[in-house]
Structure formats: C-alpha cells, structure tokens
C-alpha cells in the first residue's frame, strides 16, 4: 500500500517506491505485477477534500486498468471519532514487466 503524507507528495517518492516493487518482482522472474486502488465516486463523503486520483499515475508508470473489481471491508474513521467497518471498492491495475 503506498499512502504518502500530502507534504511530501509531487517528489518521486512513489516512483522510487514502485521500482523496487519492479526490481524484486524482476528478482522472483515474475513477468507481471498488479496493484489494487480505492475506487470512490465523486460525491463519496470519505473522500477527503483535498483528493486527487492516482490513476494519472499509475498510468504514466505504465500500469493498465482492469475490468477486475473485489469488495472488501476494513475499519474506517468516521464522523465524532467513531469506527465502522465498511465496504470498499479495490479496482486492479497489472503492468508487464521485462
């Protein structure tokens, strides 16, 4: 999972972070690598305000979205401090490595 604090994103730091994802996958003779995202809608009021996607990213890096999507439930913060656990939507992304 790659979750970079929003005063040290725009340096490289996942770039860097996926090559050496790249650089042991490429170690194991493994020929492809997938990810998974968060899909949220536009109005999803988890979202935080400030959101950006990923995706550009994850595409620039080479990576292809996937009709392949999974619910999966984990705790998340919610309002008053209170912890619920709720349905998440993880979209696949997979790149071909050489």
Known sequence: EFIINKDFRGHGIASQMEK??????????FSNVCLATVQRSQNDPRKPKDYLSTDPIWSKM????????VQYHWPM???MNEVKEQNNTLVFWTKVIS
């Open 62 to 69: 080479g990576y292809v979205q996937t009709n392949l999507t």
């Open 20 to 29: 050496h994802v790249i650089t042991v996958a490429k170690k194991w003779h």
């Open 77 to 79: 913060l919610c309002e």
